[in-house]
């Protein structure tokens, strides 16, 4: 399936292509904590920014390779490159419009991550997209 999702403002808008029953993680680390970011990582071929490059701001953190992108006028991180899968996107699904209904929400150890990444390698080579 083709889903769309879009920042809270919407300049920033995007397509993405994944199952139509989605399985996604909800993480434990401090930044997902805090922002309740649901993930949907996807291979990058799956993923389409359709509109708003220039209204992305980067935030990176710790080690610097997953790459937090986040509008710069609403603060909505509805995307971004995650470390666990640099050749992929992770979505939040929290953004998507309207969010799917067949969605399947399993619990990851982001608190213990050096010990749980390897869990979600698998999603960018396509496990969630069709």
């Given amino acids: 399936m083709l889903y769309s999702g879009h920042c809270h403002c919407g300049a920033v808008q995007f397509t993405v292509e994944?199952?139509?029953?989605?399985?996604?993680?909800?993480?434990?680390?401090?930044?997902?904590?805090m922002t309740g970011y649901l993930h949907l990582i996807v291979p990058k071929t799956a993923f389409r920014l359709t509109r708003g490059e220039e209204a992305l701001?980067?935030?990176?953190?710790?080690?610097?390779?997953?790459?937090?992108?986040?509008?710069?006028?609403?603060?909505?991180k509805s995307f971004?490159?995650?470390?666990?899968?640099?050749?992929?996107?992770?979505?939040?699904?929290?953004?998507?419009?309207?969010?799917?209904?067949?969605?399947?929400?399993?619990?990851?150890?982001g608190q213990n991550w050096e010990e749980h990444a390897h869990e979600l390698r698998h999603l960018?080579?396509?496990?969630?997209?069709?």
């Fill in 18 to 33: 994944a199952a139509e029953d989605l399985v996604c993680q909800d993480c434990n680390c401090s930044i997902c904590q």
């Fill in 57 to 76: 701001a980067i935030y990176t953190f710790n080690t610097g390779v997953a790459k937090h992108y986040f509008c710069r006028f609403c603060g909505i």
């Fill in 124 to 130: 960018s080579k396509g496990a969630n997209a069709n």
């Fill in 80 to 109: 971004y490159v995650p470390r666990s899968n640099p050749d992929g996107y992770d979505i939040n699904i929290r953004c998507l419009d309207p969010v799917p209904e067949k969605l399947t929400i399993e619990a990851f150890d």
